[in-house]
Structure formats: structure tokens, C-alpha cells
């Protein structure tokens, strides 16, 4: 097996000067064993760990790599930038220009805002709903995740119930529940908050259904509430233009962040003329949001994904990673289901409460140089080529066949 003598080493050293050695959704500590917490390296689509282990990688940093590690347009455009400044007084040009080609890209957009992180964007989506109606309430699907603030983190620890007291929650894809927590707001509903398509974490995805997309821009039309679009995650993967663009359905408000700057710090916030005002009104900002290394990187990105053609290059990819896996499962008999988009996959196998078989799966598709991710959803990047899958489905085959051994 694979070397990972340094990663035990600086796992030691952080247990002792950071709590936990590590916090949040990169802490491998909640993975099986045989992952690497700590990485050296990363270049196009390969990471090497502190180890010296190299991995074509299926997770692309959680989504913010969708170009490739360190792709040079990207950087040059960054360093251009950073060259004649990043963080000032102001923002530079940078900002302008960045906001003219998300409204130009975003076909939902009549403006655009900047921060740093998805978190950041999706809270200022709220704060915008709340201040354009004065309402309060917030519909927001079980389950789904939109950040760490407290009115949103998944895990209850140094949150108190008033930080979500006015969220109600609904079924993603169904819109009777949908009505039914409208209904519950009392005429004190702000907004209506969905996700790109239900990616949760350890369950199966479900695309968008259009009458679920549509029932929902028809109650926050009906209500007059905001409809808020979470395409932090799934933002520039499905279309450039934002997730719901394919299902007809646009909403007031959009949250980004991600894949934007491929890789560099940056968020923003998406509007229509009828949120303008609201957003004005709000008070919102932090000390490196403006920073202009970021909104160059930004530019470059969007500029590549629409030459290149990149949505269509990302969802090809990962059909045949797909059409791939879907073959060898067969072939040994395996039942396993892979749901979501092809460019942001989950693979969950069947009768695995405990995840034993995905965690064997991928551990050893590890040991073959391909990381994967037994519980979350994964990412394809324009810069995946078909020899990248042909050495993720010989790694795939060997945690197929692992699997199929250890069957009872
Ligand atoms: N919304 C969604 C759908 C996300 O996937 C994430 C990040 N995983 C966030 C919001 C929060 O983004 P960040 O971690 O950059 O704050």
C-alpha cells in the first residue's frame, strides 16, 4: 500500500495546536482510513500528498477547481493583477469588469455583488429577501446544505434555535410541501431558498424536477418572496448561465462561489432589478472582498469556460466515467446506483448502511492513484481527458472487484 508516514506525522502535530486536527469537509478524519489529509501538490488534474502519492482527482478542492489546478490563463490573469494590485483602499477595474460579464453570462442577473465564500453569498441572498419584502420567513429544504453560519451549519453545536427560528422547512422535488410551509409562514414569508438539484451528502441525488422548479417561482411570485438559488456548488457545471437556466425557472437571487475563480477566494451574489434596491440597503462587506487578484482570476475563468465549451467537455467526461463503472458493476454482479448530473456524480452502493462497501471502494481506487469520495458528490473538470478516466476506470475496477471479493 501507499506511503503515508508524513501525513501520520503532521496529523500528530495538528491534533496538538488545532482542535480536532482539522474541522469542517476536509476533515479526513471522518473518511476511511488510507486518505491523505494533507496534500504537497496540485497541478491540472492531479494532487500529490505530503507523501508523494500522486491521484487523479475526482473532488477538484469540493468544486472550486473546474479549469485545473494552477491553469495557466487563470494564473497569469491573477499574477497580472496581483502584480499591479490586489487589496487597496478600493477595488480596481477588476470589479467592474467582472460584474459586466456575470450579467452578461447570468441571464437571470441584472447586477452582481462579490465576497469570499459560498457562505457569504448565500446569507446575503437572505438578507436581501428579508429587506426587499420586510418579511421574516425562510422556506429551505430538509436536508440540504447552504453554508456554515449558524442559521445554517449542520451541526447544532454554538448555534441556539433562535438562529433558525424563521426558517420552515420543505421537501426538495415536491411541491406540496412546498405550498404547505408557505402556507406556514403566515404572510411573513421572504423568500424561498432552493439548491442547484438535491446533492445531500449520503444520499442518492435527484435532479430538479421543472414542475418542482416551476411550482416554486410561481408561490414566490404569488407570495411576493424572493426565489434564492444556492448554485454555490453546482454553479458554471451544469450551464453557465446558472443550474435552473435548462428548466426555464429564474430566480431573484443567486448564490456563487466555487468554481468562479478556479481556485481563487471569491463569491458573489447575482440579482434582478427588483432585488436592486434591497441590495443596496443592506450592509455587507469584509476586509478581502474586493480583492482584485480574485475578480481578475474570475474573469479568466468565465472567459475559458465559455471558449472552451466546458459544460458540455465536464458532462461528456463524466458520462464515460459513468457508462464505465456502470459496466464493471455489472459485469461482477454489483448493484450500485450513480445519481446526480455526470459532471458532479455520487456513487452510493446498494445494501451498504455503514458505507463498508463505498469505503473499501475508494480506498483501494486510492492505492490504484484515483481519489474519490465514498459519501459526498464528486466534480468533473474541463481539464479531465479521456486518458484521465481510463486510469480512474482501471482504478475503479480494482475497487470493484475489491468489493465483489469481500461479499459474503
Ligand atoms: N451552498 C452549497 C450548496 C455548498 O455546497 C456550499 C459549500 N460546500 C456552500 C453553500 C457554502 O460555501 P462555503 O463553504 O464556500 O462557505
Known amino acids: 500500500p501507499r506511503p503515508l508516514a508524513r501525513d501520520a506525522a503532521l496529523r500528530a502535530r495538528a491534533a496538538r495546536v488545532i482542535p480536532g486536527g482539522m474541522w469542517g469537509h476536509m476533515n479526513a478524519a471522518r473518511l476511511p482510513q488510507g486518505y491523505p489529509q494533507f496534500f504537497a501538490s496540485a497541478a491540472g488534474t492531479r494532487l500529490r500528498d505530503v507523501d508523494g502519492n500522486e491521484y487523479v482527482d475526482f473532488m477538484c478542492a469540493f468544486g472550486p477547481m473546474i479549469l485545473g489546478y494552477g491553469d495557466p490563463e487563470v494564473e497569469a490573469a491573477a499574477a497580472a493583477q496581483r502584480g499591479r494590485m490586489d487589496i487597496a483602499n478600493g477595488p480596481g477595474e477588476a470589479l467592474v469588469e467582472l460584474a459586466e460579464l456575470m450579467v452578461e453570462t447570468v441571464p437571470a442577473a ?26 421574516r420567513k425562510i422556506l429551505v429544504a430538509r436536508g440540504a446544505y447552504h453554508g456554515s453560519a449558524p442559521w445554517c451549519t449542520p451541526w447544532p453545536a454554538g448555534t441556539t434555535a433562535e438562529d433558525r427560528a424563521h426558517l420552515l422547512p420543505f421537501e426538495f422535488n415536491d411541491p406540496a410541501s412546498l405550498t404547505e410551509a408557505a402556507a406556514a409562514a403566515e404572510g411573513d414569508l421572504a423568500g424561498i431558498l432552493v439548491s442547484a438539484f438535491r446533492h445531500d451528502a449520503r444520499t442518492d441525488q435527484e435532479l430538479t424536477r421543472p414542475d418542482f422548479a416551476a411550482a416554486a417561482r410561481a408561490l ?7 426565489l434564492i438559488l444556492d448554485d454555490v456548488r453546482a454553479g458554471f457545471r451544469l450551464h453557465l448561465g446558472g443550474s435552473w437556466e435548462p428548466l426555464g425557472v429564474r430566480p431573484d437571487l443567486a448564490a456563487w462561489s466555487k468554481a468562479l475563480g478556479n481556485g481563487h477566494a471569491i463569491a458573489a451574489v447575482t440579482g434582478n432589478d427588483a432585488m436592486r434596491a434591497a441590495a443596496q440597503r443592506i450592509f455587507v462587506t469584509g476586509s478581502f472582498w474586493c480583492g482584485a487578484a480574485a475578480m481578475a482570476a474570475a474573469t479568466a475563468t468565465l472567459r475559458k469556460l465559455h471558449r472552451i465549451g466546458a459544460v458540455a467537455h465536464m458532462e461528456a467526461m463524466g458520462q464515460m466515467l459513468r457508462e464505465g463503472i456502470a459496466a464493471q458493476a455489472a459485469a461482477l454482479g454489483l448493484g ?40 459526498h458528490d464528486m466534480f ?29
Not at 446506483?337 to 446498494?350: E, W
Request: charged residues 25%.
Open 380 to 408: 468533473l473538470s474541463a481539464a479531465h481527458t479521456e486518458e484521465d478516466i481510463r486510469i480512474a476506470l482501471a482504478a475503479t475496477r480494482k475497487g470493484l472487484e475489491a468489493v465483489a471479493r469481500a461479499q459474503p
Open 110 to 135: 441584472d447586477w452582481a455583488m462579490f465576497a469570499k465564500n459560498g457562505t457569504d453569498a448565500t446569507t446575503a441572498c437572505l438578507m436581501i429577501a428579508r429587506a426587499e419584502t420586510g418579511r
Open 336 to 375: 450500485l446506483r450513480q445519481t446526480g448530473p455526470a459532471q458532479l456524480p455520487m456513487m452510493l452502493f446498494d445494501d451498504d448502511p455503514d458505507l463498508a462497501k463505498g469505503s473499501l471502494f475508494c480506498v483501494t481506487a486510492l492505492d490504484h492513484g484515483v481519489y474519490m469520495h465514498p459519501w
Open 220 to 226: 414566490a411570485d404569488r407570495h411576493g418572496a424572493a
